[in-house]
């Protein structure tokens, strides 16, 4: 059930600081779109412009349009809580619950939104952590607490969770950043798999990974450090890293920034 | 060629002269024989005065023994160690003495007689008698006030932490400090004006009334520090799986924190316990067992001690402490089960 996501004059503020400034792109459904750009050019800030993550922080403030499929996100009338059922998210820290078990974390989701029945539960569950590449890791002690696995497993863990709910879109804010190759590898097939399912987006820093696992490639960037941050491209993966519209976009990917 | 004559002088920069271990230990031998020796001879009898002379001594021999022997930075951290030990012992040798001290002298009458009846007709001169309506009394006014101030503080908290923002929380802030420092007989003052404009008699739960104030401002301010050890990211995790913001306060950052704010509510019942002011104003006392808690005078453990002690009989001195004692061991076993639970609750790391 992916959807697409199509955003236009997106502006973002923290208190009275504008944090992004005027940006529209479209994200089709069943792909893999990767955010790139220098650190603090509002790319984890546009990502949760998209699931309305945005306004739970102090002074969060939005302004512009992101619908999903048809329907406004910022529109009168949307449920916040409704909108993030649609839309799930992966933190770049794993975060599981700390006082829930394996079993439980990926549960939590439905659980804790209360339509889901009992005998569905475990099923849903193993499905989760199959898709999410984790369950013949731990189906052996789905009871011990999810703190316990190491960080790798314990962002899979966080996928399996975030899926769990099939939501439409899967918003990833640098899942790898804290993982070893082996693990970020396994994310990365993983990202492959989920895109049958599911619209993906993912910020990351790694321009390999970037290549590797998107269809679409946004790149943001600001023009000095307290101004907005700005999309400056979205184009196909490959044309980004081989042929770019935008001198900017070049530097950045050959490593002439700054 | 090199290494050969760098290598012994490069090891001798990272070891320096130590004291052996056990230097610390004679010391402190010491600097008690002196400190006594030091006392007998000027003629002091005091055994503070003994043990403060030690102290000081015990310092400045560490600090001119280290600096002679290792160096100043050595000699500093010893110092500093040394005060730490004496701050430990100065903190605990008090402690300690209190409870030898109602231990000696309380369980000379304390025995299951004592913790099963009343004084009734007992005279504060007679033996006998006993402290069971004063247990039941203050477990009684302690749990009304906790069932009071228990939820009203861990829903203040949870406002200021999760949903208060302006004034609104700047002022229950303000007012939750200043309520802190009320001291317990303004509070038993003022539940006492109230009964007066009612032309009520005392009776338990009004003293649970004044309790609860004591006791509100302690709950919201531990519950507070609890819930802001929560880490932001769990609220989000939680939120983003598009769970509504009380059932991610229910169902998330509540049992995360959950050690942490029963053993804050346990240690300001314990707080409680021990309040006589506002009980005497209040509840009266009563030497008759009275299980009602909403009618008549009734005892409680604080109040038995100083309306016993305070009647000057040497029978009466003996049932205040058996009731000091007896008290003691009840907060001692609240702070037990708060640490337990405490355990019990905690995030789990393991494997
Ligand atoms: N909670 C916040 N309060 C105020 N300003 C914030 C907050 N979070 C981010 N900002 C500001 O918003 C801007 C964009 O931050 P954002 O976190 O979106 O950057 P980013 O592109 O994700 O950076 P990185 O690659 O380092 O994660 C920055 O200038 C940052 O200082
Ligand atoms: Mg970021």
């Given at each position: 059930?992916a959807?697409r996501i199509?955003?236009?004059?997106?502006?973002?503020?923290?208190?009275?600081?504008?944090?992004?400034?005027?940006?529209?792109?479209?994200v089709e459904p069943r792909s893999v779109t990767a955010f790139i750009?220098?650190?603090?050019?509002?790319?984890?800030?546009?990502l949760?412009?998209?699931?309305?993550?945005?306004?739970?922080?102090?002074?969060?403030?939005?302004?512009?349009?992101?619908?999903?499929?048809?329907?406004?996100?910022?529109?009168?009338?949307?449920?916040?809580?409704?909108?993030?059922?649609?839309?799930?998210?992966v933190?770049?820290?794993?975060?599981?619950?700390?006082?829930?078990?394996?079993?439980?974390?990926?549960?939590?989701?439905?659980?804790?939104?209360?339509?889901?029945?009992?005998?569905?539960?475990?099923?849903?569950?193993?499905?989760?952590?199959?898709?999410?590449?984790?369950?013949?890791?731990?189906?052996?002690?789905?009871?011990?607490?999810?703190?316990?696995?190491?960080?790798?497993?314990?962002?899979?863990?966080?996928?399996?969770?975030?899926?769990?709910?099939?939501?439409?879109v899967l918003l990833m804010?640098?899942p790898c950043?804290?993982?070893?190759?082996?693990?970020?590898?396994?994310i990365e097939d993983l990202i492959g798999e989920l895109k049958e399912r599911f619209t993906i987006v993912i910020v990351t820093?790694n321009?390999?990974q970037a290549a590797r696992v998107s269809d679409r490639t946004a790149?943001?960037?600001?023009?000095?450090?307290?101004?907005?941050?700005?999309?400056?491209?979205i184009?196909d993966t490959e044309?980004i890293?081989?042929?770019?519209?935008?001198?900017?976009?070049?530097?950045?990917?050959?490593?002439?920034?700054? | 060629?090199?290494?050969?004559?760098?290598?012994?002088?490069?090891?001798?920069?990272?070891?320096?002269?130590?004291?052996?271990?056990?230097?610390?230990?004679?010391?402190?031998?010491?600097?008690?024989?002196?400190?006594?020796?030091?006392?007998?001879?000027?003629?002091?009898?005091?055994?503070?005065?003994?043990?403060?002379?030690?102290?000081?001594?015990?310092?400045?021999?560490?600090?001119?023994?280290?600096?002679?022997?290792?160096?100043?930075?050595?000699?500093?951290?010893?110092?500093?160690?040394?005060?730490?030990?004496?701050?430990?012992?100065?903190?605990?040798?008090?402690?300690?003495?209190?409870?030898?001290?109602?231990?000696?002298?309380?369980?000379?009458?304390?025995?299951?007689?004592?913790?099963?009846?009343?004084?009734?007709?007992?005279?504060?001169?007679?033996?006998?008698?006993?402290?069971?309506?004063?247990?039941?009394?203050?477990?009684?006014?302690?749990?009304?006030?906790?069932?009071?101030?228990?939820?009203?503080?861990?829903?203040?908290?949870?406002?200021?932490?999760?949903?208060?923002?302006?004034?609104?929380?700047?002022?229950?802030?303000?007012?939750?400090?200043?309520?802190?420092?009320?001291?317990?007989?303004?509070?038993?003052?003022?539940?006492?004006?109230?009964?007066?404009?009612?032309?009520?008699?005392?009776?338990?739960?009004?003293?649970?009334?004044?309790?609860?104030?004591?006791?509100?401002?302690?709950?919201?301010?531990?519950?507070?520090?609890?819930?802001?050890?929560?880490?932001?990211?769990?609220?989000?995790?939680?939120?983003?799986?598009?769970?509504?913001?009380?059932?991610?306060?229910?169902?998330?950052?509540?049992?995360?924190?959950?050690?942490?704010?029963?053993?804050?509510?346990?240690?300001?019942?314990?707080?409680?316990?021990?309040?006589?002011?506002?009980?005497?104003?209040?509840?009266?006392?009563?030497?008759?067992?009275?299980?009602?808690?909403?009618?008549?005078?009734?005892?409680?453990?604080?109040?038995?001690?100083?309306?016993?002690?305070?009647?000057?009989?040497?029978?009466?001195?003996?049932?205040?402490?058996?009731?000091?004692?007896?008290?003691?061991?009840?907060?001692?076993?609240?702070?037990?089960?708060?640490?337990?639970?405490?355990?019990?609750?905690?995030?789990?790391?393991?494997?």
């Amino acid at each position: 059930m992916a959807k697409r996501i199509d955003v236009s004059g997106l502006t973002a503020y923290y208190g009275s600081h504008k944090a992004i400034e005027d940006i529209s792109m479209t994200v089709e459904p069943r792909s893999v779109t990767a955010f790139i750009g220098p650190s603090g050019c509002g790319k984890s800030t546009f990502l949760r412009t998209l699931n309305r993550m945005h306004e739970v922080t102090a002074g969060g403030r939005v302004e512009g349009k992101v619908l999903l499929d048809d329907e406004d996100l910022y529109g009168t009338g949307i449920d916040p809580v409704s909108v993030r059922r649609e839309v799930g998210m992966v933190f770049q820290r794993p975060n599981p619950f700390p006082t829930m078990s394996i079993f439980d974390n990926v549960a939590a989701g439905l659980r804790l939104n209360g339509n889901y029945k009992k005998s569905e539960l475990a099923d849903v569950v193993e499905r989760s952590l199959k898709g999410a590449n984790l369950w013949n890791e731990v189906k052996d002690r789905l009871n011990k607490p999810g703190s316990g696995l190491s960080g790798g497993q314990q962002q899979r863990l966080c996928i399996a969770r975030a899926i769990a709910v099939e939501p439409n879109v899967l918003l990833m804010d640098e899942p790898c950043s804290a993982l070893d190759p082996i693990s970020t590898l396994a994310i990365e097939d993983l990202i492959g798999e989920l895109k049958e399912r599911f619209t993906i987006v993912i910020v990351t820093h790694n321009m390999q990974q970037a290549a590797r696992v998107s269809d679409r490639t946004a790149f943001f960037n600001l023009s000095a450090v307290g101004q907005p941050g700005k999309l400056v491209e979205i184009d196909d993966t490959e044309r980004i890293f081989s042929n770019p519209s935008v001198q900017a976009t070049e530097d950045y990917i050959s490593g002439r920034f700054g | 060629m090199s290494t050969a004559t760098t290598a012994p002088k490069a090891a001798s920069t990272l070891r320096g002269a130590r004291l052996p271990k056990w230097a610390p230990w004679a010391i402190a031998a010491g600097s008690v024989a002196a400190g006594i020796g030091i006392s007998v001879a000027a003629g002091l009898h005091s055994n503070i005065q003994w043990a403060l002379i030690a102290a000081i001594l015990y310092i400045l021999g560490t600090y001119v023994i280290a600096a002679r022997v290792e160096n100043r930075r050595q000699a500093t951290d010893r110092v500093v160690t040394s005060l730490v030990w004496v701050a430990f012992l100065l903190a605990v040798v008090p402690l300690a003495s209190l409870v030898w001290s109602t231990v000696q002298r309380g369980t000379k009458v304390l025995d299951v007689y004592f913790l099963t009846h009343s004084m009734g007709v007992v005279a504060d001169s007679e033996t006998g008698g006993g402290i069971y309506h004063a247990i039941l009394g203050t477990l009684q006014q302690v749990g009304l006030a906790t069932l009071i101030a228990a939820p009203v503080g861990v829903l203040t908290a949870i406002y200021l932490v999760e949903y208060g923002r302006g004034n609104l929380a700047r002022a229950v802030t303000f007012f939750v400090d200043v309520m802190t420092g009320i001291p317990s007989i303004v509070a038993g003052l003022f539940i006492l004006s109230l009964m007066l404009m009612f032309d009520m008699e005392p009776f338990g739960f009004a003293g649970s009334l004044a309790l609860a104030i004591l006791m509100m401002p302690v709950v919201v301010r531990s519950t507070e520090e609890m819930l802001k050890l929560v880490p932001n990211e769990l609220r989000e995790a939680s939120l983003a799986l598009g769970v509504p913001k009380w059932r991610t306060i229910l169902k998330v950052v509540l049992p995360t924190s959950l050690g942490g704010i029963t053993t804050g509510i346990m240690l300001s019942i314990a707080r409680i316990a021990g309040e006589t002011a506002p009980v005497l104003l209040l509840v009266f006392g009563s030497k008759f067992i009275n299980a009602n808690p909403f009618e008549g005078a009734q005892a409680s453990l604080p109040l038995y001690i100083y309306q016993q002690y305070g009647s000057g009989e040497v029978t009466a001195y003996d049932r205040a402490w058996a009731a000091s004692l007896t008290l003691i061991a009840f907060v001692m076993i609240l702070n037990l089960v708060a640490r337990g639970i405490a355990r019990w609750k905690a995030p789990k790391t393991g494997r």
